[in-house]
């Protein structure tokens, strides 16, 4: 379990690691992370699931290794691998491709895949401490990919420094990532977080988007003074003036915005991250799909989490409520959690994705990328909301 100090993975820059069986991945996870963080074996194909490894890399910050099954893997089992793998590219933001022998066909087919996805790609020739004829393997490696191995021993550690320096000069335009509240809140403004306390929240404790935006706001050394819904006239009195700006929970999208001041801007943490995760435009641009649902649409409705569904819950109970009773009883409404979303997305109407508090900006762009290729609107879930309560033109 991750300690409450520590950056959230989904705001860690992700580095994958891809390559055949026994080529040294997970070698060199251990290499670069100075811990026994993956399974090493002889036996081709001992990883199985991506195994993900925080770390903290100097020059770049908190970042993740992900350590991938062999894309060579054969058989049923290895079908299901290597399947997994591919999840692990879309959301990688820089990926280590380890080379290994001379046929480096499927090596430099999963490149070009990577930097079809805008993937920035290290090639890595490992094992130079075993491999008699290491240089020619790099010279053909050269001439093959257009671009020059590093040569690494992950046993002898030599290569690592290489690696790293690379990966700092590798490091996405947007890697330095803008502030969730950035375009919405200036520095020293005075906010007032509306929270409702609900189920979804474990006891005790907030939900991430919450945490997140309020660390982003003290770090802007806002004033912030939070409530829940049914005190924010108690909390609006207490202030000497109005907030500079409101930011609710979406659910109650409609009673803040009655009750708000006119000075007030507003928004919600789920309209933040639509445009601290993903495309902010788009999702606005594809929430006015709804005017033409009907009963006979289809619509997709994506969490980042999964969890056992709870009364009220925002995306298998309120969400569909909402479209429902604006479309009719029987649009078709299906529900994808965690990573399980569809490649073929032609069947949907609109897909309506959470904040994806818990995805990388990488994987949530990788999405929108696919529902923008097969014309399919794709929206979020606190635009969606602010459209059907007819104030989307109105919120930050």
């Given at each position: 379990?991750?300690?409450?100090?520590?950056?959230?993975?989904?705001?860690?820059?992700?580095?994958?690691?891809?390559?055949?069986?026994?080529?040294?991945?997970?070698?060199?996870?251990?290499?670069?992370?100075?811990?026994?963080?993956?399974?090493?074996?002889?036996?081709?194909?001992?990883?199985?699931?991506?195994?993900?490894?925080?770390?903290?890399?100097?020059?770049?910050?908190?970042?993740?290794?992900?350590?991938?099954?062999?894309?060579?893997?054969?058989?049923?089992?290895?079908?299901?691998?290597?399947k997994k793998t591919k999840e692990a590219l879309e959301k990688?933001?820089?990926?280590?491709?380890?080379?290994?022998?001379?046929?480096?066909?499927?090596?430099?087919?999963?490149?070009?895949?990577?930097?079809?996805?805008?993937?920035?790609?290290?090639?890595?020739?490992?094992?130079?401490?075993?491999?008699?004829?290491?240089?020619?393997?790099?010279?053909?490696?050269?001439?093959?990919?257009?671009?020059?191995?590093?040569?690494?021993?992950?046993?002898?550690?030599?290569?690592?420094?290489?690696?790293?320096?690379?990966?700092?000069?590798?490091?996405?335009?947007?890697?330095?990532?803008?502030?969730?509240?950035?375009?919405?809140?200036?520095?020293?403004?005075?906010?007032?977080?509306?929270?409702?306390?609900?189920?979804?929240?474990?006891?005790?404790?907030?939900?991430?988007?919450?945490?997140?935006?309020?660390?982003?706001?003290?770090?802007?050394?806002?004033?912030?003074?939070?409530?829940?819904?049914?005190?924010?006239?108690?909390?609006?009195?207490?202030?000497?003036?109005?907030?500079?700006?409101?930011?609710?929970?979406?659910?109650?999208?409609?009673?803040?915005?009655?009750?708000?001041?006119?000075?007030?801007?507003?928004?919600?943490?789920?309209?933040?991250?639509?445009?601290?995760?993903?495309?902010?435009?788009?999702?606005?641009?594809?929430?006015?799909?709804?005017?033409?649902?009907?009963?006979?649409?289809?619509?997709?409705i994506a969490e980042a989490c999964t969890h056992a569904p709870?009364?009220?819950?925002?995306?298998?109970?309120?969400?569909?409520?909402?479209?429902?009773?604006?479309?009719?009883?029987?649009?078709?409404?299906?529900?994808?959690?965690?990573?399980?979303?569809?490649?073929?997305?032609?069947?949907?109407?609109?897909?309506?994705?959470?904040?994806?508090?818990?995805?990388?900006?990488?994987?949530?762009?990788?999405?929108?990328?696919?529902?923008r290729s097969q014309n399919v609107p794709m929206s979020n879930?606190?635009?969606?909301?602010?459209?059907?309560?007819?104030?989307?033109?109105?919120?930050?």
């Open positions: 379990m991750s300690s409450l100090n520590e950056t959230p993975r989904s705001d860690r820059l992700h580095i994958g690691i891809f390559g055949k069986r026994n080529s040294g991945k997970s070698s060199l996870v251990n290499a670069l992370t100075g811990q026994e963080a993956a399974l090493v074996s002889q036996v081709p194909g001992t990883t199985t699931d991506p195994v993900y490894k925080p770390m903290e890399i100097h020059g770049i910050g908190p970042v993740v290794f992900i350590d991938t099954a062999g894309f060579d893997d054969e058989g049923e089992l290895g079908e299901q691998r290597v990688t933001d820089i990926a280590l491709m380890v080379l290994s022998g001379d046929d480096m066909e499927q090596e430099l087919k999963w490149t070009e895949q990577l930097k079809k996805n805008h993937t920035p790609v290290l090639l890595i020739m490992n094992k130079c401490d075993l491999i008699p004829d290491c240089k020619r393997l790099i010279n053909r490696a050269e001439k093959l990919f257009q671009q020059t191995p590093i040569a690494v021993s992950a046993k002898e550690k030599t290569g690592i420094d290489e690696i790293r320096a690379e990966l700092i000069r590798k490091l996405p335009e947007d890697y330095d990532a803008k502030s969730i509240t950035e375009g919405v809140v200036q520095p020293g403004d005075t906010v007032l977080l509306i929270m409702p306390q609900d189920i979804q929240a474990p006891k005790g404790r907030l939900i991430l988007p919450q945490v997140q935006t309020i660390r982003d706001l003290l770090d802007k050394k806002c004033v912030v003074m939070s409530c829940t819904a049914d005190k924010m006239e108690e909390a609006l009195a207490a202030l000497a003036a109005p907030p500079d700006v409101i930011i609710t929970d979406s659910q109650v999208f409609k009673a803040v915005y009655e009750k708000k001041p006119e000075k007030s801007r507003l928004t919600s943490f789920s309209v933040l991250f639509a445009a601290h995760k993903g495309d902010i435009t788009y999702y606005r641009e594809s929430a006015s799909a709804i005017d033409n649902l009907t009963e006979n649409s289809r619509v997709l709870l009364s009220e819950d925002i995306g298998r109970v309120k969400i569909p409520r909402l479209l429902r009773k604006r479309v009719g009883e029987k649009l078709t409404i299906d529900l994808a959690a965690g990573q399980d979303f569809p490649e073929d997305l032609t069947s949907y109407d609109l897909v309506i994705q959470c904040g994806a508090c818990m995805f990388n900006r990488k994987y949530v762009l990788s999405r929108i990328e696919k529902a879930y606190g635009v969606v909301i602010a459209y059907l309560n007819g104030i989307l033109d109105k919120i930050g």
